[in-house]
């Protein structure tokens, strides 16, 4: 139907198809869900959720369990597509490659899997460890970082199995990388998360000190270091912008940080007053910041925008968030 809009002196004027997109395009931007529409319900009921993570092209929902696999769901006519049995334990976590044609899966029982969804078949690799979490290239499919359990961050490529320990600032670790000759063997044993920017171009690592290292993905070579608080609160996550100018942080101490990636100052502090309960995941949606809690009874989603500002928050069932993610074309926020 079209549009036509009157002024007062009578005089009309009707929209164009495209002027009526970019309208309804901006309307999308804007706008934020205001209560449960649907439910996707697994008719055996038995398969208890750890992660979740949408196609590039938002028509397939890939849903990790606590038995190892992977639960593909045809977001638009909410049914169950394929079932991807790989894995003995828990999926921590799931990525898809730019091209939505491979999914990265990894899990407690040390394997890391890269499924050709077009085959349905897959390659693996093992590690020395569980791995938390791993992040495939947006562009080139065999390459992917992953963060094995009390590890050095890896770079792992499929095409010849090779792994890469990523490089640290050893005097931010608290080293000295002249004189310590044996620090690389004796520095603190803990986590760190890393995660490859929107281009692939960079690598981002965070440790348990709150330190985040920046390393170019060819050389391998660190560009920049820095931390986020004099504290050293753990990093559990990074979350970039669509136009990849911004940086979301999510750590231990309940604070969602944004940086700009031009000279990473911190331009907004996310946080709710008086409620020290940690963030499951936060990410960027257009104009807004998502957050979900990660406690069992706490089902909140809050929504800011960008300057920081709080606009709503969202509750359900007494039931921890354990993913999110927002359908472009549906308006849509889907949680686990």
Same mark, same amino acid.
């Given at each position: ?21 970019a ?5 999308d ?5 205001e ?9 055996t009921d ?17 849903v990790?369990?606590h ?25 921590? $976590?799931? =990525?898809? %490659? +730019? ?7 990894? @899990?407690? &029982? ?9 085959k349905?078949?897959?390659d ?16 080139d ?11 050095q ?8 199995k ?18 310590d ?11 760190s998360?890393a995660?490859?920017n ?16 920046v ?8 560009e920049?270091?820095? $931390?986020? =608080?004099? %504290? +050293?609160p ?6 970039? @912008?669509? &136009? ?12 969602l ?9 911190n331009?907004?502090?996310?946080m ?43 509750t ?6 354990v ?9 849509e926020?889907?949680?686990?």
């Amino acid at each position: 139907k079209r549009m036509s809009y009157s002024s007062s002196d009578e005089s009309s004027y009707e929209m164009s198809l495209d002027e009526e997109e970019a309208l309804q395009a901006e309307v999308d931007k804007n706008f934020i869900p205001e209560c449960i529409v649907d439910k996707l319900d697994d008719p055996t009921d038995r398969y208890k959720l750890t992660c979740m993570k949408l196609s590039f092209d938002q028509t397939i929902l890939a849903v990790g369990t606590h038995d190892g696999r992977v639960i593909l769901w045809n977001y638009h006519n909410r049914s169950i597509s394929h079932i991807l049995v790989a894995h003995t334990r828990p999926v921590t $976590s799931l =990525s898809w %490659s +730019g091209d939505g044609n491979f999914l990265l899966t990894s @899990s407690v &029982d040390w394997q890391l899997n890269r499924w050709d969804i077009r085959k349905m078949e897959y390659d693996s690799m093992s590690f020395d460890s569980m791995i938390i979490h791993a992040d495939i290239h947006p562009y080139d499919q065999n390459k992917c970082v992953v963060s094995p359990w009390m590890e050095q961050p890896l770079l792992v490529n499929f095409a010849d199995k090779s792994k890469t320990s990523l490089p640290m600032d050893l005097k931010r670790w608290g080293g000295n990388q002249n004189n310590d000759t044996n620090f690389e063997s004796n520095r603190p044993v803990a986590n760190s998360i890393a995660n490859f920017n929107n281009d692939g171009d960079f690598i981002y690592t965070g440790n348990y000190r709150g330190i985040i290292t920046v390393i170019n993905t060819e050389t391998l070579i660190i560009e920049y270091t820095f $931390s986020i =608080s004099a %504290s +050293g609160p753990s990093i559990k996550s990074f979350a970039f @912008s669509p &136009d990849g100018k911004e940086l979301l942080v999510n750590s231990t101490d309940s604070c969602l940080r944004i940086y700009d990636i031009e000279d990473y100052t911190n331009t907004s502090l996310l946080m709710i007053n008086d409620d020290p309960l940690p963030w499951r995941t936060a990410f960027f949606y257009e104009n807004y910041i998502v957050g979900g809690r990660s406690e069992k009874p706490e089902h909140k989603i809050y929504i800011w925008d960008k300057q920081g500002n709080f606009k709503k928050m969202l509750t359900g069932p007494n039931e921890g968030v354990v993913g999110l993610e927002w359908h472009d074309g549906l308006t849509e926020l889907a949680r686990t």
